[in-house]
């Protein structure tokens, strides 16, 4: 479909798309690090939230202030802000997530040429009775400090249309992973991770137009717009993602060469994003802006009680009827690596089998990695 490669090409060069936005709609363009920044207050600013994802194929400059352990994303991203390739910015906003983003926006902030900084401190426990008082403070604030920056009002009406479109998309991505869950296949797996990835980038409005008329094509295709009956099966055996931000979409083309269909998933780029929805109907909208926050499937960088996290990915592998999990870990990714081994011991106790692929960002996809799919397919 021609909106598949529109969104591939959006996925594959954010910047030059940025660009483009920023010269013929005169906009201010702001870039965020992580899925818990509050892109609807963004939104309804007026600017483009522009999720930064770094490019740079190889480090020149981010080692003369980062240790080569730290994060590859981390390390990637400030390359390129060194490197003068984020210069469309005209701020970039630090949600409080691992310590290595946390560390990034002050060396960020000192040396970065990528207009305001703000840091947007949330709370890391989300399950006590105060959590919820802080995250409408710290959203508050956040609002505030972007009104100061822009030098404008953010009106409540504005607010409730950057969250009914945000809604919308969410809920429209949640129906192309709905209908793959019930034809696997009939969406490749690289072209839902470039979609996911396009809703962090594009104009929203623009990209909800195209998100809606490629819904449309699916069902037509699938031949379910008003289906009840049974689910759809093939003779590829249905995995679930989980794990950090997966910048890699060729996992997918080597997933499904060894006869698998990643159905669900569990990622940055994926289901944490856009997995719930912001209550329109309870009080007022920062209220549900704050609830929504700290309700979302939880990243292992916050808390929300010892056993969450396993328990949305065994209830995602359950609901998707999934044969197995592939763990996606970036190298030195701390949180992420310390929830590896009890949740899977834990899906080891549920009998879901699971297999573990630690990788850079910019990772080159070899032949062992190919292997081991395959054998960890057959052995499903």
């Not at 959590?131 to 009106?155: C, G, H, S, W």
Request: net charge neutral; with cysteine; glycine share 6%.
């Amino acid at each position: 479909m021609e909106i598949f490669k529109y969104f591939n090409d959006v996925s594959d060069n954010p910047a030059l798309y940025a660009r483009k936005w920023k010269k013929e709609k005169g906009g201010r363009i702001i870039g965020t690090f992580c899925s818990y920044a509050p892109e609807e207050i963004i939104l309804a600013a007026g600017a483009l939230g522009f999720r930064i994802f770094g490019t740079s194929p190889d480090i020149s400059k981010a080692d003369a202030h980062l240790q080569t352990y730290s994060c590859s994303l981390v390390r990637h991203a400030l390359d390129d802000a060194l490197a003068g390739k984020l210069e469309f910015l005209d701020g970039t906003i630090f949600p409080h997530t691992c310590d290595s983003i946390q560390r990034l926006s002050d060396i960020w902030r000192i040396n970065a040429k990528t207009g305001f900084h703000i840091d947007a401190i949330m709370p890391v426990k989300l399950n006590t009775k105060s959590a919820q008082a802080y995250m409408l403070d710290v959203l508050k604030k956040f609002k505030t400090d972007l009104e100061n920056r822009l030098n404008l009002e953010i009106p409540n009406q504005d607010l409730k249309t950057a969250v009914d479109v945000c809604n919308r998309i969410r809920q429209t991505v949640n129906r192309i992973y709905e209908i793959r869950q019930k034809h696997p296949g009939i969406i490749q797996g690289g072209n839902l991770y470039a979609v996911v990835k396009a809703a962090m980038i594009m104009d929203r409005f623009e990209f909800l137009e195209l998100l809606t008329e490629l819904v449309q094509d699916i069902e037509n295709k699938a031949g379910i717009s008003n289906q009840t009956g049974p689910e759809l099966f093939n003779s590829t055996k249905r995995l679930v993602l989980t794990g950090c931000i997966c910048n890699t979409p060729d996992i997918h083309t080597i997933i499904e060469n060894a006869g698998g269909t990643v159905v669900y998933d569990d990622l940055c780029i994926g289901t944490r994003y856009f997995g719930s929805h912001i209550d329109t109907q309870a009080g007022d909208i920062m209220d549900g802006i704050a609830e929504h926050y700290l309700q979302r499937i939880v990243c292992p960088a916050k808390h929300s009680g010892t056993k969450s996290r396993v328990e949305s990915l065994i209830k995602i592998a359950r609901q998707s009827r999934a044969n197995g999990v592939i763990f996606i870990i970036l190298k030195f990714c701390d949180p992420h690596s310390f929830d590896y081994p009890y949740i899977t011991r834990i899906l080891k106790q549920e009998k879901i089998p699971c297999m573990i692929l630690e990788m850079e960002k910019h990772f080159s996809l070899d032949g062992q990695f190919k292997t081991r799919c395959e054998a960890f397919i057959e052995m499903l």
